[in-house]
């Protein structure tokens, strides 16, 4: 008896589930499934909506908030996919991974982060309320403001908050540094940058993910993956306007014709490549025929070595550190420029990009610029330093 009992009670729960799963999913998932393919769906409709400017068609998936901001910038692609749906009651919080691509610069869909907050009506249709970049996501160019954009020969400036002559301006620049680069590193790159002019140095720091602090007195950096493939998307070449903004002519363009300098040797560039290397390659391209002498170009050094303190050796990693000493950050720079430029001077420029691609064919730090050196200038790394010591003592004494 007591047997039968427990196949009686067993038999009811099996029959209470079955009737469960019937109406919302035994365990509740089948019914979450159908939120979240909802959500997806409206989405789908939204990233159509922006793709295609559909003004009506976007109000028709919720909140307007947002459509106005990115209009204007030239897409290829735009899409959303829906990684998690957290529901109470009539809202909805979705965590989602925009891909998008814009027209022309980028090769594969450039991936971010958001966070959506959606409303249920009472006829039980979603709609979008509001979309935010997701926790430790960088923001996009549109979340601060209405996006504008100017196209060059060889760039694509987007701005906000800044007129259309600053933005013509920084297309000049660009226009000029691509030709520029493509004359020292070849023509084995796309030949083209996209340059985004946030309104502050708050604004540049919240598209990197990271706290203004870092980035004072930096006038620009480039965002991408070293060593990336040839599918990856473009990199994007971000400008701190307050910085940049105290430059003179020539520092404008030495600034960008190094930042896009990144974005040619990005595939040569790997985790064997030394900073002096990449960074110094880049500010000899930008110094490349300006006529600037040493003394000019390497103030900060010329004073060090006015005072006897020559660097013992090429500058590390950590001497690059944005948060660091102000001096000691400018002095890396230029002893990576000095080295850079010795080379150029004394094996040739030829020389100096096989050198630079050939530490990039290493996968590791470790023996990569000591094996380059070898291979294509012929000198240990302790001559070369020597070397790179007296010439110091030369240019800047």
């Keep these: 008896m007591a047997g039968r009992g427990r196949a009686s009670g067993v038999s009811v729960l099996v029959s209470v589930c079955l009737l469960l799963v019937s109406l919302v999913g035994c365990g509740g998932r089948p019914g979450a499934d159908g939120v979240r393919a909802e959500v997806q769906r409206l989405l789908d409709r939204r990233a159509e909506a922006v793709l295609h400017h559909d003004a009506a068609g976007y109000g028709a998936t919720g909140t307007r908030a947002g459509f106005a901001a990115v209009r204007e910038v030239p897409l290829t692609s735009w899409s959303y996919r829906v990684t998690g749906v957290r529901r109470s009651g009539a809202t909805a919080t979705v965590d989602a991974e925009l891909r998008y691509r814009v027209r022309d610069y980028d090769q594969a869909p450039v991936t971010a982060g958001r966070t959506l907050t959606l409303t249920r009506s009472q006829d039980g249709r979603w709609s979008v309320a509001a979309e935010r970049p997701a926790p430790n996501s960088a923001d996009q160019l549109w979340d601060q403001g209405t996006v504008r954009v100017v196209r060059g020969r060889h760039s694509l400036v987007l701005g906000v908050g ?236």
């Design 162 to 397: 800044r007129p259309d002559g600053q933005l013509r301006a920084y297309v000049s620049l660009a226009d000029r540094a691509v030709p520029a680069v493509t004359d020292a590193w070849g023509a084995n790159w796309p030949g083209r940058i996209v340059v985004l002019v946030p309104k502050s140095l708050d604004g540049m720091a919240r598209l990197l993910g990271s706290p203004a602090s870092s980035y004072r007195g930096i006038a620009a950096v480039t965002t991408g993956e070293t060593g990336a493939p040839a599918k990856a998307a473009a990199d994007r070449v971000i400008v701190n306007p307050d910085a940049y903004g105290m430059l003179g002519t020539l520092g404008r363009q030495v600034v960008l014709t190094h930042e896009t300098t990144h974005v040619a040797t990005r595939r040569a560039t790997d985790a064997a490549t030394p900073l002096w290397l990449s960074e110094g390659y880049a500010d000899w391209v930008g110094y490349r025929g300006s006529g600037r002498t040493a003394a000019q170009a390497a103030p900060e050094l010329q004073r060090a070595v006015a005072d006897g303190e020559v660097p013992a050796a090429l500058p590390g990693d950590r001497d690059f550190g944005f948060a660091g000493d102000a001096g000691r950050l400018a002095r890396a720079y230029e002893s990576g420029w000095l080295a850079c430029r010795m080379i150029a001077e004394r094996w040739g420029e030829a020389q100096l990009r096989a050198f630079y691609r050939a530490v990039g064919e290493h996968r590791v730090r470790a023996g990569a610029v000591e094996d380059a050196m070898r291979t294509t200038l012929g000198v240990t790394l302790p001559d070369f330093t020597a070397q790179w010591r007296d010439y110091l003592r030369v240019q800047l004494g």
